[in-house]
């Protein structure tokens, strides 16, 4: 199914916040992504949906070159800032949209879709990418886990002064957001990738503070600066009144989890 067209302003000013307030992935997700696809430091990487480049930046050693594809300008100038910063000399980064990729950008032994497949339109992006994707290789995508799982009293708490603030409904770029249909394994089961596999990580602990659930939600399409206008700094406000009403430490602790969903070309 395709996916809707949220406009070309869907992330605009989040840039700074996504490369300093997401989570990382684990370094288990590097390792385990090497051993299946047995990385020797030769070839090319597609990160699809790269943002601001950390995921991407951290397969330098295992790739000739990599290329990172972002529709927002800011995050892509985020993720050459970073490359710059860590002497990364074999990524390129590139404007555009999955939905747009042609037989001129190669071939790929790796495609990564990193918690940016369900702004896609899937079935197209999938289609053009087994083109690009070679004969011993396969695409990656990556997201937290979805499993139904009742948000902790404190996230209870975040989500309130979200919609408190912005409304009941979540905002994207220039509509609201509609999450995929059916799940990736059903749609990766009638692509050209035949082989379709599915792995979940061991889950690990996230610390965060008052700060960094603040910078986090300004890295989000939902709850960035730009849709708050006005209203900052009484949502700042709200949110650290309420979230020091609820905790002593000023900590906060998640479990993340991290599902892979491997398709291979064969």
């Known amino acids: 199914m395709a996916a809707k067209d949220y406009g070309m302003e869907l992330f605009k000013g989040t840039a700074s916040y996504y490369s300093r307030y997401r989570p990382l992935y684990p370094s288990s997700l590097v ?3 090497v051993d299946q696809f047995a990385l020797d430091g030769a070839g090319r990487m597609l990160d699809l949906g790269c943002g601001s480049g950390q995921f991407a930046l951290r397969f330098t050693d295992w790739f ?30 590139l404007n555009g949209k999955a939905e747009d990729i042609t037989a001129e950008f190669g071939e790929f032994r790796l495609v990564t879709i990193a918690k940016a497949f369900h702004w896609m339109d899937r079935d197209r992006v999938l289609d053009l990418l087994y083109n690009n994707v070679a004969s011993n290789g396969g695409i990656a995508i990556i997201d937290n886990s979805h499993k139904k799982e009742e948000p902790q009293s404190w996230q209870q708490k975040v989500n309130e002064v979200v919609r408190r603030w912005l409304g009941e409904e979540r905002i994207a770029g220039n509509s609201t957001f509609t999450p995929p249909g059916e799940n990736y394994e059903d ?47 009484l949502f700042e406000n709200d949110m650290r009144q309420t979230l020091d ?5 000023g900590l906060f602790q998640e479990e993340l989890s991290v599902d892979i969903i491997l398709a291979y070309k064969e």
Do not use: C
Not at 69 to 79: I, K, P, V
Not at 245 to 249: K, L, Y
């Open 245 to 249: 009403d609820f905790s002593t430490t």
């Open 187 to 233: 749609i990766l089961s009638r692509s050209p990738f035949k082989r379709v596999e599915s792995h979940s990580l061991p889950s690990y602990t996230h610390i965060w503070t008052i700060d960094s659930i603040i910078g986090n939600l300004y890295s989000t399409s939902f709850a960035s600066r730009r849709l708050l206008g006005n209203n900052v700094d």
């Open 64 to 93: 000739q070159q990599i290329m990172g594809l972002d529709t927002e300008s800011e995050m892509l100038d985020e993720a050459k800032r970073l490359a710059t910063e860590f002497r990364v000399d074999n990524i390129q980064w």
């Open 31 to 33: 390792r385990y992504l």
